[in-house]
Every structure is written in C-alpha cells, then in structure tokens.
C-alpha cells in the first residue's frame, strides 16, 4: 500500500533556530502534500496545502514566513520551522495525496517536535 | 467554511459493548467522508472512506459507517469493541467538487476500552 515517511520523527531545538521536516511518498507520486499541526489531545489543524512546483497554500492564520514549505519533487515535501520558539512546539503531521486521487490520503507517523 | 464536529470526546466501553461514535459536518455540497484512527504512538490509518454508492460504508477490523445526507451525518459503529480498538477517532470530510482535496477534521474521539 502506499507509505509516506516523515522524518525527522522528535526534534528537540533551541530557541531562535530553524528545523526541517522532511515527508516522502514511497511508493507513488503526490503533487499534493498537507502538513498538519496537531496539539495534545486536540485535533488535527490544517496548516498548508504543499503543490509541486508551485506555492504552497496557507490557511487562515498561519505564518507562511515562519512555516516554510517547499515541494520541489513528486515525492518530497519539506516543512521548516524558521525561528523556532517554546510555543511552536508540538506534533506536525505530513499527508499526501496520490496523483490520481484512488488511493486517498496517506499520513506519515508525525514528527514531535520540542523547542527550548 | 467547511466544518467537522464530533460530539463524543472521551468514550469508555468494556470489551463486547456496541460502539457508535457521532459525526457531523457542514457543507451544503458534494462531500467525501472519512474515518481515521490513531492508536497510541502510531500514525493516522484509514478506517473507512466514502465518496459516492452505498450510503453504508465498511471498513476494517469490523467498523462500519453510514452517510445519512439529509442529517449531514457519517456515524461510525462497530457492533462488539476489542480492547484492542483503544485508540483516537477522527471524522474528516473533503468537497467532493474540490480539487485543492483538503481535509477537514473534527476534534476526535477518545475511546478507551476496558478489557
């Protein structure tokens, strides 16, 4: 079945720097990636939508400076924390969707990260 | 804006118990449902999808769902609950007419399972 890795899956940064979040499709091409932000016992919030060769697409309220994302292949989207503080610490989940949209959506295992 | 709402936040069973969690979304057009779950430390599985057909939807390890359009609603069941199933539940919805194919989802629900 389709797998997306993300990676790395905890980080644990200073305060002031930058951390990179990679997430992959394996086995199959995603033109579209979403990377979600999710606080304990909370829900998934959606942060951005990553496309291919093209800007990502925001959501109301997230810092597009501070989250940057970049999807330069048909299978690797990066989402990286610019500045990080002690409030950007949480669980941030990467999605992609197939290409041709039969198989869905597939989520990678989350990267917990920590800011200190 | 689209929006997803689970009315159960923590539920508690003992093994054998009927399970039905609650889900609700408003948008008015075409939609595409679905049901996650997320066991602890594990990442989010797809239990369950719908996009057009039978309004009754099932899935694995058992679970089941039903689109019912007129009450904006996709209930998820499971007739006989393992402790296995202890897990997070997540309802999300996408615009059936959208291309951007962003999912929306609701707060989640806690099952907790006692054996």
């Known amino acids: 079945g389709a797998v997306v890795s993300q990676h790395p899956s905890r980080v644990i940064c200073k305060s002031g720097t930058s951390v990179k979040i990679e997430c992959r499709s394996l086995?199959?091409?995603?033109?579209?990636m979403f990377w979600y932000r999710q606080f304990p016992k909370q829900s998934l919030m959606l942060m951005a939508t990553?496309?291919?060769?093209?800007?990502?697409?925001?959501e109301q309220g997230v810092e597009k400076d501070k989250f940057l994302i970049n999807h330069a292949s048909l299978t690797l989207s990066t989402l990286t924390v610019t500045s990080a503080h002690p409030e950007d610490s949480s669980f941030y989940i990467c999605?992609?969707?197939?290409?041709?949209?039969?198989?869905?959506?597939?989520f990678g295992s989350g990267t917990r990260l920590t800011v200190v | 804006a689209q929006s997803v709402s689970q009315h159960n936040h923590h539920v508690i069973l003992s093994e054998a118990a009927s399970l039905e969690l609650g889900c609700n979304y408003s948008?008015?057009?075409?939609?595409?449902l679905f049901w996650y779950v997320q066991y602890p430390g594990q990442h989010l599985q797809l239990l369950l999808k719908?996009?057009?057909?039978?309004?009754l939807v099932k899935g694995i390890k058992g679970f089941e769902a039903e689109f019912i359009k007129s009450k904006f609603s996709f209930n998820l069941r499971k007739p006989s609950v393992q402790w296995s199933d202890t897990a997070e539940y997540f309802c999300?919805?996408?615009?059936?007419?959208?291309?951007?194919?962003?999912?929306?989802f609701g707060q989640g629900t806690t099952l907790q399972v006692k054996p």
């Open positions: 990553s496309n291919e060769g093209s800007k990502a697409t925001y």
């Open positions: 086995d199959f091409q995603a033109t579209t």
């Open positions: 719908y996009f057009s057909g039978d309004p």
């Open positions: 999300a919805v996408n615009e059936g007419s959208s291309n951007t194919g962003k999912l929306i």
């Open positions: 948008y008015g057009g075409t939609v595409n």
């Open positions: 999605s992609a969707r197939e290409e041709t949209g039969i198989r869905g959506y597939t």
